[in-house]
Structure formats: structure tokens, C-alpha cells
């Protein structure tokens, strides 16, 4: 698939109100995905949320500890498909306890918890990608 190829499909979708295209053509994958614009009332509405969540996350930072995910790769909550997730929301964590395995380059690597305490959130779904420095768990530490 050539740069001009590319150019023409992009210039066809601008005229659609189709927000993602995939294409593969000559064992060439090409995904085409539109950023969506948000009315004036949904970005005050939006604004107004953040700013709610941003005062709220203050006060949780200073009371929660927020496991971030190491490296880039996938999150799985138990070491295979059939096991027992390593730890829910509610449950007791010790350091050094492992809470989740991210796979990297077909490598399983286990994430430990830096501290002790209690799973307050899950915040990645079992299967799905993960960022460097993502937020995975919040933790509330033993007192």
C-alpha cells in the first residue's frame, strides 16, 4: 500500500461519519481511526467532572497508594485462565505479594505489592494493554 493510497483514504472518510477503518491489502494492515469532537455543553460537562475527580484524587493520593504498572505489556489478574484472580477488591496484601503478572515479549512478570494493606480498586480489566506508569490497583496501607 502506497502513501497515496493512504492520503485517498483519508480524504473518502472525512466526507463519512465513519470514526474507524481497517484494511488490509497486499498483507499490509492499516487501521484508520477519527478523533471524535465534543459539543461545547459535553466539554463544559466533561471540565466540570475532571475537576470533581482532580479535588477528589487529592485527597485519595494522600490516603491511597496508586500501583502503577512497571512496563509495557498485557494485565492478567491470575497466572492462567482458569485460576483464582491474585487478590480482589477488599482483599489483605503483604509486600512482596504478588497481585498480578504482566506479560511483556511472551515473558510473565509478576507485579509485587511495595506495601501492606487492602485492595480498595481494580482499575484494568484481565486481557488488556497497559502503559508504562498506568495506574493498575489503588491500595489503602495497614494503619
Do not use: H
Not at 82 to 94: E, F, L, M, S, T
Amino acid at each position: 500500500m502506497e502513501i497515496d493510497d493512504l492520503k485517498e483514504l483519508i480524504s473518502l472518510l472525512q466526507d463519512t461519519d465513519i470514526a474507524e477503518l481497517q484494511l488490509e491489502k497486499d498483507g499490509t494492515k492499516v487501521k484508520i481511526r477519527r478523533q471524535t469532537l465534543l459539543s461545547p455543553l459535553e466539554m463544559r460537562r466533561k471540565a466540570a467532572l475532571t475537576v470533581e475527580k482532580t479535588q477528589a484524587s487529592e485527597e485519595d493520593a494522600q490516603r491511597f497508594v496508586t500501583v502503577t504498572s512497571p512496563i509495557v505489556g498485557t494485565f492478567y489478574r491470575a497466572s492462567s485462565p482458569d485460576a483464582p484472580p491474585y487478590v480482589d477488591v477488599g482483599a489483605r496484601v503483604k509486600k512482596g505479594q504478588v497481585i498480578c503478572i504482566i506479560e511483556a515479549m511472551k515473558l510473565m512478570n509478576e507485579i509485587e505489592s511495595e506495601i501492606e494493606g487492602a485492595v480498595v480498586r481494580v482499575l484494568v480489566e484481565n486481557g488488556q494493554p497497559v502503559e508504562y506508569g498506568e495506574p493498575l490497583f489503588i491500595l489503602e496501607p495497614a494503619s
